[in-house]
C-alpha cells in the first residue's frame, strides 16, 4: 500500500469517529482502514461501552487497547458499525471480504442502525466486480459450490492457505458480471454450502465516508 492511500485511509478513519457517542456500542469491522481507526480510538476508550467484532484479529487489538468485546446476543442496540470495503458503488452496495471476515461483518451490518463504511477513493466504482467476490463456503462444499459459481458465469479460485474465523474456506469469484447486486447476491447465498457472500446489497451502507486527494467526501445513500 503506498504512503498517499494509507494517508488517505488515516483521513477516513479519523471522520469516522465523528460518529462515536459517550457509552455507546460500537460495532468494528477489519482491515486496515478499520486498523487506522482503532488507531486513533485511544481517547475514547474509556468513554466507550464496548464493541461489538466482526474477526478475531480486529478483537486483538480491542482487547490490547482494553476497549471491552461484547457478544453480539448480548446487545440489544448496536447503533453504529464502522467498516472498510473491497469496492463500493455510488448506491453503497458494497464487496467485502478481501480479509475473510465477511460473514461476521454481514451480521454485524445487519444488526446495525447504522453502516459507516470507510475507504479511499480507489474502492469506488460504476459496477461491482473488478474486485473478485469473495464466497465463505463450508469445506466439504467448496467444489460443488464452484462447479455452481462457474455456470454462474464466474471464476471462483480457492484462497488457499486461508481458513475463516469460523472454520471455513474462501472461494474468491473472478470476472462475474454483477449488474443486478441484490439479485446475484440472494443468487449466491441460495447455493448448498454457501455460508456469506461478499456482496453487501440487500443491506448496503447507509454512509460512504471516502478519503480523496481533496479531503473526506461523504456520501449518504438515497433511501
Ligand atoms: C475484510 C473486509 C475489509 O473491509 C476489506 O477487505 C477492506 O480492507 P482494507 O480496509 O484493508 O482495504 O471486508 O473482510
Known amino acids: 500500500m503506498s504512503e498517499q492511500q494509507q ?14 457517542r459517550d457509552g455507546m456500542i460500537l460495532g468494528i469491522g477489519t482491515g486496515s482502514t478499520v486498523n487506522a481507526m482503532l488507531d486513533q480510538l485511544v481517547p475514547w476508550v474509556p468513554r466507550l461501552k464496548g464493541a461489538v467484532s466482526s474477526s478475531d484479529a480486529s478483537t486483538s487489538r480491542l482487547r490490547a487497547l482494553g476497549v471491552p468485546v461484547l457478544d453480539l446476543n448480548e446487545v440489544d442496540d448496536l447503533d453504529v458499525y464502522i467498516d472498510g470495503a473491497d469496492e463500493t458503488t455510488h448506491q453503497l452496495q458494497l464487496i467485502k471480504g478481501g480479509g475473510a471476515a465477511l ?14 463504511c470507510i475507504a479511499d477513493e480507489s474502492k469506488l466504482v460504476v459496477q461491482l466486480g473488478r474486485f473478485p467476490l469473495p464466497v465463505e463456503v ?30 471455513n474456506h474462501i472461494l474468491d469469484v473472478h470476472d462475474l458480471v454483477i449488474k443486478d447486486p441484490v439479485a446475484i447476491e440472494s443468487d449466491i447465498n441460495q447455493l448448498t454450502g454457501v455460508v456469506t457472500v461478499g456482496l453487501f446489497a440487500r443491506r448496503p451502507a447507509d454512509v460512504l465516508l471516502l478519503g480523496t486527494a481533496a479531503g473526506v467526501r461523504r456520501i449518504d445513500r438515497v433511501t
Open 7 to 20: 494517508q488517505l485511509k488515516r483521513l477516513v478513519a479519523a471522520a469516522a469517529l465523528e460518529y462515536l
Open 103 to 116: 460473514t461476521r461483518e454481514k451480521i454485524i451490518a445487519a444488526a446495525a442502525t447504522t453502516f459507516v
Open 138 to 167: 463450508i469445506p466439504m462444499a467448496r467444489q460443488l459450490v464452484a462447479r455452481q459459481l462457474t455456470e454462474m458465469g464466474g471464476r471462483p479460485v480457492f484462497r488457499a492457505g486461508v481458513t475463516t474465523d469460523n472454520g
